[in-house]
């Protein structure tokens, strides 16, 4: 009696691997409970670049399809997604990210295939090196005639500085590349950082339209997203892409801000001017921070 229930029981091999639920005979290629394939095998190269390309990249994808809404109909990308029509489109932190990514290792690049062509040092006729490494009015720090000076900053941070910059013109010039890597390294982490607060002035400006922060966190994210885009642009070395770029930024943003929040001109101009001033300032003090932080660590 106590032998049927064991010779009952399917074999290893008529199990699934993911779920172990019991695959009838002759084994089917998926299984009923899970779905996943009854006889998975290592994946190829092919496949890897299938994943990759098939539904993100093809022409018929989700990105193609979201960037084209993205670039021409502005605003009207979070408006869908606000209204649930989320499907065939890239979802907006994965958009965020994916731009951000290609435009900051384009900016990587650029300054690795310029590196040595602009730097700020030079070497006056008496070989004495001149930098300003920071320059804050109230507090600077830098090499002049030759020698170090630190003004109204911390000690621990002036000891830091005259490490980096009291060197010879050689070591000096290959900080100053490496001191631009480090940059770029982190400008990525900042503006990931500015995110939530640009969507908290928008929910600050638009508090009557009673929209919940993860709804202007969407807008933020999409238009972060074209703003990259038009970055980028400017980095080609085309004056007229920059043109373009630095035109249509102002222009695609009250558009998209009619789009996806409504009201008047005028309003709508002075709560832009607003949430402008401040996310400035905001970015000029959060550069500034990755700056010195690169400049120190």
């Known amino acids: 009696m106590s032998a049927a229930p064991a010779a009952a029981e399917s074999p290893p091999s008529l199990r699934c691997l993911n779920c172990d639920a019991a ?14 394939e009854t006889n998975p095998k290592p994946p190829t190269m092919g496949e890897f670049v299938q994943q990759f390309g098939g539904a993100y990249l093809s022409t018929e994808g989700a990105l193609w399809r979201t960037l084209a809404l993205l670039l021409l109909r502005p605003g009207e990308l979070t408006a869908r997604y606000l209204a649930g029509r989320r499907k065939h489109y890239v979802l907006p932190l994965r958009l965020y990210l994916t ?57 621990r941070i002036c000891t830091r500085l005259e490490r980096r910059l009291n060197v010879d013109p050689a070591a000096l010039q290959r900080e100053a590349v490496e001191l631009g890597q480090r940059f770029l390294a982190n400008v990525g982490a900042a503006m990931f950082v500015l995110l939530p607060l640009f969507a908290l002035l928008l929910k600050g400006a638009y508090f009557n339209r009673r929209l919940r ?13 074209f703003w990259f885009i038009a970055f980028a642009l400017t980095l080609l070395n085309q004056p007229w892409l920059s043109g373009l770029a630095f035109l249509a930024t102002p222009v695609y ?34 550069l500034g921070v990755v700056a010195v932080w690169a400049l120190l660590f």
């Not at 922060?213 to 999409?222: F, G, K, M, R, S």
Request: glycine share 8%; with cysteine; net charge positive.
């Open 23 to 36: 695959l009838p005979e002759p084994r089917p290629r998926f299984c009923s409970t899970c779905g996943q």
């Open 99 to 155: 731009i951000s990514v290609i435009v900051l290792l384009l900016m990587r690049w650029m300054v690795d295939l310029h590196t040595g062509s602009e730097l700020a040092v030079k070497i006056d006729p008496g070989d004495k090196l001149e930098v300003v490494a920071i320059d804050m009015g109230f507090a600077r720090a830098g090499l002049k005639d030759g020698r170090f000076y630190c003004e109204n900053l911390p000690p």
């Open 213 to 225: 922060y993860t709804e202007h966190l969407v807008a933020a994210l999409h238009l972060h997203a």
């Open 253 to 286: 943003t009250m558009r998209a801000f009619r789009r996806v929040y409504g009201g008047r001109w005028w309003p709508r101009l002075m709560r832009a001017a607003l949430i402008a001033f401040v996310y400035l300032v905001a970015m000029g003090v959060a």
